[in-house]
């Protein structure tokens, strides 16, 4: 299993395979040895992440960060697991922070009547184990991570919806800003807080320079990625 848990994107930087391409997390290691940690899928994966410690090599005492790009249960799901395994508290942007300490996920979009109905039926309940924050981000911030992880604040999705870009690798952890299944396409509507703009941040993605679009939900894009984006965005405005 452990073979195909994991996919290297470049030195130092590994996908984690939770649900075949279907859901990813990340694996930063530094050339001291330290790891960081982003997205941890949902409930059920969390031991898949300490897996992929194993498979390249690590284990939960090289893990020095946990990160997540936003406070959804096929993201955070697993958090509470991984902190318990590793004693790390987790990263995120401040706008999510307080739903990720709660466990509750971000209001879905009123709007849209299939998101006015999801939040009747679960707002009342609670998506995911409550963890516990020991760091929040602003946009533009570097958190000191094999050579400095930039925070991209991409609201929409949810409020404090990030991406994360490794310059040093050219490595660009997406998010749920857009996704790679089957194809390049939106986030589903109804699990976003603001629809509309999901689409308008998803444009700061054409504006950073990588060379590798890691998605968390579907495989990677290599080959020119910033410019496979590019022309997604183009097609969707008009």
């Not at 991570?145 to 991409?154: K, M």
């Not at 976003?192 to 950073?208: G, H, I, P, S, Y």
Request: proline share 5%; with cysteine.
């Amino acid at each position: 299993m452990a073979s195909d848990l994991v996919v290297q994107l470049a030195p130092g930087v590994w996908r984690i395979r939770l649900l075949r391409d279907y859901i990813n997390g990340f694996i930063f290691r530094d050339d001291d040895g330290q790891v960081t940690l982003v997205d941890m899928g949902l409930k059920s994966h969390g031991p898949k992440v300490i897996a992929a410690l194993e498979a390249i090599g690590s284990g939960t005492d090289d893990v020095t960060r946990l990160l997540l790009t936003h406070a959804h249960p096929d993201h955070a799901g697993g958090a509470a697991h991984v902190q318990r395994a590793t004693g790390k508290p987790f990263g995120i942007h401040e706008d999510d922070a307080e739903f990720a300490r709660s466990g509750f996920s971000p209001p879905r979009d009123n709007s849209l009547r299939i998101g006015a109905l999801a939040n009747r039926l679960m707002g009342a309940k609670q998506a995911f184990e409550p963890i516990e924050v020991g760091e929040t981000f602003v946009d533009g911030q570097v958190v000191p991570v094999a050579g400095g992880l930039e925070v991209v604040h991409t609201p929409g999705h949810s409020p404090g919806h990030a991406a994360y870009l490794h310059r040093d690798s050219g490595v660009l952890i997406t998010g749920d800003s857009i996704f790679n299944v089957r194809g390049l396409t939106w986030p589903v509507k109804a699990f976003c807080t603001n629809f509309v703009m999901t689409k308008q941040t998803a444009e700061r993605l054409t504006t950073l320079d990588y060379s590798t679009a890691a998605f968390t939900h579907g495989a990677e894009l290599r080959d020119n990625p910033r410019a496979a984006i590019g022309d997604f965005l183009a097609r969707k405005r008009t």
